[in-house]
């Protein structure tokens, strides 16, 4: 009997460490289809509408918050939906795709208590922006299409009533940006050759558009809104004759900064949030490792320091608001948490939640994601993240290195469903904010321009270097993979640095600049030459554009390649990916190849998303696992 009991015993201690210690979450957990999401509020602050996952498919719904009855408005057996909003206290838009590669589209206009339905457009190739979603006029929305020419877009008045569409201002040729003011009227035009932009102004509708100041694309210019108490104000987040972006008000009609509404020199901002109820400007939001907010009078702060007591140590976007500031939808999330969504009354300070975005996730069970920085060999300052697996000494570990996508983007902390699926397999996750990130200042974006297959990869590899050093990585056990531009800086990672990185990885991942850019979509082809200054161009440099492309140098892979693409995706040459594969099979590399799809569909998607994951899973186990 003692025997009996000392075994049990052992084996309940087994299970303690054992089982809570490497609490292997399934993949689904990871990556599941939220239930529900893209909450909307009403104008008038009663009713809330979302979308559920019903009968395999995201449908609308509306909930009056009053009585908490929900009513289901479409019951989709086709096409998803892509987007939804009121456009009055009784009506809402919803625009639904199909799967295709042309994203084939409609557009309803549906009571909220689902009474009556009008179809406003039917199986469109052409996109469709929506600029302003308020009715003017009881009957007109005001949106942006390229249905008239495919590579631009005009702006329209949408009449919800009967579907027509009238054209309020023709394209050009060069606007790629458009903005009204608060009362719907057309007053902001942004034009571009790819390098430079002219913000473009005119008073009301009977004038012509008039240029007002011109920046290189590295100079941040973003409206945000328009003052209502000062005429031909603009404010705008600015790096106008500054490194690091400001909150500022524009004079439109001399082009200069009349004022700073917040600057700092050390702090960048990248968001800002206006109130068209309370008629100015809230607080800007600047991002070093973290997001955080500054306030800019004493009364706001007290009133959305409210909300900070409610939600202590997490961060929290407002994704919509009522009319009058009373009713809000809060969308949170931390490191360790993929959030909730929560509905937040200012009359009574009350916090309801609606629901958690992934419910399978226990932030318990995830692992902290910690700001790093260290110095690249040219003694540049680099920052990024380290994530280390839970219950783990952080020594001599296996290491997953994940550059973020691009080339005009960032890692930021948050909730990262890739990063928490590695490192609950055991993996220490390495994201570097390599030379190019954006959100470290326009030199330290401009200093990566062009050095993708150079000091892009320098940086990245010296993060893993810093990683050895301080003996947290087992050199013999580092893979890298990414996504997008982080696939491609991992493929040349790769074949580059035999003696660093066992396996690697691309999802979906750039494998030749040329056909990259020759996918770019008609109507970002305005973007093109930027592109060209970030990237490179593929006319006039073409040997480095060769020299940067992984698919010309499949005789110099080695280690073992995870590859994944998209059959659908219109920005991948699916072709080109096989043959590059044949060619790394013919030299006897060990290739891994996934073929999945991210459309619109829900369901589709996460079945992908499983099979994605799984097939990683396996792949690095085979190549880090073993002894």
Same mark, same amino acid.
């Given at each position: 009997?003692?025997?009996?009991?000392?075994?049990?015993?052992?084996?309940?201690?087994?299970?303690?460490?054992?089982?809570?210690?490497?609490?292997?979450?399934?993949?689904?957990?990871?990556?599941?289809?939220?239930?529900?999401?893209? !909450? $909307?509020?009403?104008?008038?602050?009663?009713?809330?509408?979302?979308?559920?996952?019903?009968?395999? +498919?995201?449908?609308?719904?509306?909930?009056?918050?009053?009585?908490?009855?929900?009513?289901?408005?479409?019951?989709?057996?086709?096409?998803?939906?892509?987007?939804?909003?009121?456009? #009055?206290?009784?009506?809402?838009? !919803?625009?639904?795709?199909?799967?295709?590669?042309?994203?084939?589209?409609?557009?309803?206009?549906?009571?909220?208590?689902?009474?009556?339905?009008?179809?406003?457009?039917?199986?469109?190739?052409?996109? *469709?922006?929506?600029?302003?979603?308020? *009715?003017?006029?009881?009957?007109?929305?005001? =949106?942006?299409?390229?249905?008239?020419?495919?590579?631009?877009?005009?702006?329209?008045?949408?009449?919800? $009533?009967?579907?027509?569409?009238?054209?309020?201002?023709?394209?050009?040729?060069?606007?790629?940006?458009?903005?009204?003011?608060?009362?719907?009227?057309?007053?902001?035009? =942004?034009?571009?050759?790819?390098?430079?932009?002219?913000?473009?102004? $005119?008073?009301?509708?009977?004038?012509?558009?008039?240029?007002?100041?011109?920046?290189?694309?590295?100079?941040? *210019?973003?409206?945000?809104?328009?003052?209502?108490?000062?005429?031909? =104000?603009?404010?705008?987040? #600015?790096?106008?004759?500054?490194?690091?972006?400001?909150?500022?008000?524009?004079?439109?009609?001399?082009?200069?900064?009349?004022?700073?509404?917040?600057?700092?020199?050390?702090?960048?901002?990248?968001?800002?949030?206006?109130?068209?109820?309370?008629?100015?400007?809230?607080?800007?939001?600047?991002?070093?490792?973290?997001?955080?907010?500054?306030?800019?009078?004493?009364?706001?702060?007290?009133?959305?320091?409210?909300?900070?007591?409610?939600?202590?140590?997490?961060?929290?976007?407002?994704?919509?608001?009522?009319?009058?500031?009373?009713?809000?939808?809060?969308?949170?999330?931390?490191?360790?948490?993929?959030?909730?969504?929560?509905?937040?009354?200012?009359?009574?300070?009350?916090?309801?939640?609606?629901?958690?975005?992934?419910? #399978?996730?226990?932030?318990?069970?995830?692992?902290?994601?910690?700001?790093?920085?260290?110095?690249?060999?040219?003694?540049?300052?680099?920052?990024?993240?380290?994530?280390?697996?839970?219950?783990?000494?952080?020594?001599?570990?296996?290491?997953?290195?994940?550059?973020?996508?691009?080339?005009?983007?960032?890692?930021?902390?948050?909730?990262?469903?890739?990063?928490?699926?590695?490192?609950?397999?055991?993996?220490?996750?390495?994201?570097?904010?390599?030379?190019?990130?954006?959100?470290?200042?326009?030199?330290?974006?401009?200093?990566?321009?062009?050095?993708?297959?150079?000091?892009?990869?320098?940086?990245?590899?010296?993060?893993?270097?810093?990683?050895?050093?301080?003996?947290?990585?087992?050199?013999?056990?580092?893979?890298?993979?990414?996504?997008?531009?982080?696939?491609?800086?991992?493929?040349?990672?790769?074949?580059?640095?035999?003696?660093?990185? +066992?396996?690697?990885?691309?999802?979906?991942? =750039?494998?030749?600049?040329? #056909?990259?850019?020759?996918?770019?979509?008609?109507?970002? +082809?305005?973007?093109?030459?930027? !592109?060209?200054?970030?990237?490179?161009?593929?006319?006039?440099?073409?040997?480095?554009?060769?020299?940067?492309?992984?698919?010309?140098?499949?005789?110099?892979?080695?280690?073992?390649?995870?590859?994944?693409?998209?059959?659908?995706?219109?920005?991948?040459?699916?072709?080109?990916?096989?043959?590059?594969?044949?060619?790394?099979?013919?030299?006897?590399?060990?290739?891994?190849?996934?073929?999945?799809?991210?459309?619109?569909?829900?369901?589709?998607?996460?079945?992908? $998303?499983?099979?994605?994951?799984?097939?990683?899973?396996?792949?690095?186990?085979?190549?880090?696992?073993?002894?």
């Amino acid at each position: 009997m003692l025997k009996r009991v000392s075994l049990l015993l052992m084996v309940v201690l087994i299970w303690a460490c054992n089982g809570s210690n490497n609490n292997t979450i399934p993949v689904d957990d990871f990556f599941k289809t939220q239930d529900k999401a893209y !909450y $909307r509020i009403s104008p008038d602050g009663k009713s809330l509408s979302y979308l559920k996952l019903q009968d395999k +498919k995201l449908n609308l719904f509306v909930e009056d918050l009053a009585t908490g009855n929900s009513f289901q408005l479409t019951h989709l057996n086709g096409k998803n939906i892509s987007f939804q909003f009121w456009t #009055s206290n009784n009506e809402l838009i !919803y625009y639904t795709e199909d799967g295709s590669k042309e994203r084939r589209s409609d557009i309803f206009v549906i009571n909220k208590d689902g009474s009556k339905q009008v179809q406003l457009s039917a199986n469109e190739k052409s996109r *469709l922006r929506v600029i302003e979603d308020q *009715l003017i006029d009881d009957k007109y929305i005001v =949106v942006a299409s390229n249905k008239r020419d495919s590579t631009l877009f005009d702006v329209y008045r949408l009449n919800v $009533r009967n579907g027509a569409m009238e054209i309020a201002a023709k394209n050009p040729g060069n606007v790629t940006k458009w903005m009204t003011d608060s009362k719907g009227v057309l007053k902001i035009a =942004v034009a571009s050759d790819g390098v430079n932009e002219t913000l473009m102004y $005119r008073e009301n509708e009977n004038q012509a558009f008039a240029p007002v100041i011109t920046n290189n694309f590295e100079t941040t *210019l973003q409206p945000i809104a328009f003052s209502e108490s000062e005429p031909n =104000v603009l404010y705008a987040i #600015s790096g106008i004759n500054r490194d690091k972006n400001a909150l500022v008000a524009l004079d439109l009609k001399t082009g200069k900064e009349k004022k700073a509404l917040f600057a700092n020199d050390t702090l960048n901002v990248v968001d800002a949030t206006y109130s068209r109820f309370r008629k100015k400007m809230l607080f800007a939001t600047c991002e070093t490792w973290k997001r955080e907010k500054y306030y800019l009078d004493d009364s706001t702060k007290t009133a959305y320091s409210r909300i900070d007591q409610f939600l202590p140590g997490t961060e929290w976007v407002i994704m919509d608001k009522d009319k009058t500031d009373k009713v809000f939808v809060i969308r949170t999330f931390t490191d360790k948490n993929p959030g909730s969504y929560y509905l937040y009354t200012a009359g009574d300070n009350r916090l309801k939640k609606l629901t958690d975005v992934s419910p #399978s996730i226990k932030p318990e069970d995830m692992c902290a994601m910690k700001p790093i920085s260290f110095k690249s060999r040219d003694s540049l300052t680099i920052n990024g993240y380290l994530t280390l697996p839970k219950n783990k000494k952080a020594v001599n570990l296996p290491v997953v290195v994940f550059p973020h996508n691009g080339p005009k983007s960032r890692n930021s902390w948050g909730y990262n469903a890739e990063v928490q699926f590695l490192a609950n397999r055991g993996y220490a996750v390495l994201q570097v904010n390599y030379r190019g990130s954006t959100g470290y200042g326009k030199s330290f974006y401009a200093a990566g321009f062009k050095q993708w297959s150079d000091k892009i990869q320098e940086d990245v590899n010296d993060g893993v270097k810093w990683l050895i050093a301080k003996k947290i990585a087992n050199p013999k056990k580092i893979a890298i993979y990414g996504n997008g531009f982080g696939g491609y800086i991992a493929l040349n990672c790769l074949y580059k640095n035999p003696d660093l990185y +066992k396996c690697g990885g691309s999802n979906s991942g =750039v494998i030749n600049l040329f #056909s990259y850019l020759k996918t770019f979509p008609p109507f970002l +082809k305005a973007k093109l030459q930027m !592109y060209y200054e970030i990237v490179g161009n593929p006319i006039t440099e073409t040997d480095y554009m060769r020299f940067a492309s992984p698919v010309f140098h499949a005789d110099r892979f080695k280690a073992p390649i995870f590859i994944a693409q998209n059959p659908k995706d219109p920005s991948v040459n699916v072709a080109e990916g096989v043959q590059f594969i044949k060619e790394l099979k013919k030299r006897n590399v060990q290739v891994t190849y996934i073929e999945k799809e991210e459309g619109p569909d829900p369901v589709v998607r996460q079945q992908s $998303r499983t099979a994605l994951y799984k097939a990683l899973e396996e792949f690095l186990q085979d190549n880090l696992g073993k002894k």
